[in-house]
T-cell receptor
Framework: SQKIEQNSEALNIQEGKTATLTCNYTNYSPAYLQWYRQDPGRGPVFLLLIRENEKEKRKERLKVTFDTTLKQSLFHITASQPADSATYLCALEASGTYKYIFGTGTRLKVLA | DAGVIQSPRHEVTEMGQEVTLRCKPISGHDYLFWYRQTMMRGLELLIYFNNNVPIDDSGMPEDRFSAKMPNASFSTLKIQPSEPRDSAVYFC???????????????FGPGTRLTVT
């Protein structure tokens, strides 16, 4: 069956370090993958979209990679700040359906 | 733009009652999505509309759930009768048309926290 896995355990890192979050999937062949940020009590906020033919995408301190062979996306936040503390969700396009399937998210805490 | 607007923000109701959640998408957006989020199952797509027409309702859990979009600026999600297992946060999201394909970003509302006792 189709599955998206994000590390359910919280990730704690020191301010200034690079945070790396992982999104693994099985039995999907998504053409698009997205990352969202969600703060407590709020709706998810779109961060980045990457296409299957793009290996890497950057936006300011954010970087996303998409390895369709490994079936994995990595999400990096460089020079992390306490304000980056949130839950980060990956979402995969469900093969030509225009629908996105979301992972359960990884909670990131950046310690000052 | 004010973003996606949802009401009410919180709803507490008793089992068996009808619940109606409301959503106003961003003006000019062609797609509207309803999601449900729980700790156990994460964010699940219930139904989505394109130009007010329901396209895929395969995520609607049961016949107790129904959704309508009578015009481009308003949608409702109704649960009748409600049950305690329906307790969750319900999100509405909208997207502009991106020229086809799935390269769109979704703009989420603040959500409605539903508690059914």
């Amino acid at each position: 069956s189709q599955k998206i896995e994000q590390n359910s355990e919280a990730l704690n890192i020191q301010e200034g370090k690079t945070a790396t979050l992982t999104c693994n999937y099985t039995n999907y062949s998504p053409a698009y993958l997205q990352w969202y940020r969600q703060d407590p009590g709020r709706g998810p906020v779109f961060l980045l979209l990457i296409r299957e033919n793009e290996k890497e995408k950057r936006k300011e301190r954010l970087k996303v990679t998409f390895d369709t062979t490994l079936k994995q996306s990595l999400f990096h936040i460089t020079a992390s700040q306490p304000a980056d503390s949130a839950t980060y969700l990956c979402a995969l396009e469900a093969s030509g359906t225009y629908k996105y399937i979301f992972g359960t998210g990884t909670r990131l805490k950046v310690l000052a | 733009d004010a973003g996606v607007i949802q009401s009410p923000r919180h709803e507490v109701t008793e089992m068996g009652q009808e619940v109606t959640l409301r959503c106003k998408p961003i003006s000019g957006h062609d797609y509207l999505f309803w999601y449900r989020q729980t700790m156990m199952r994460g964010l699940e797509l219930l139904i989505y509309f394109n130009n007010n027409v329901p396209i895929d309702d395969s995520g609607m859990p049961e016949d107790r759930f129904s959704a309508k979009m009578p015009n481009a600026s308003f949608s409702t999600l109704k649960i009748q009768p409600s049950e305690p297992r329906d307790s969750a946060v319900y999100f509405c999201a909208s997207s502009p048309w991106m020229g086809g394909g799935s390269s769109y970003e979704q703009y989420f509302g603040p959500g409605t926290r539903l508690t059914v006792t």
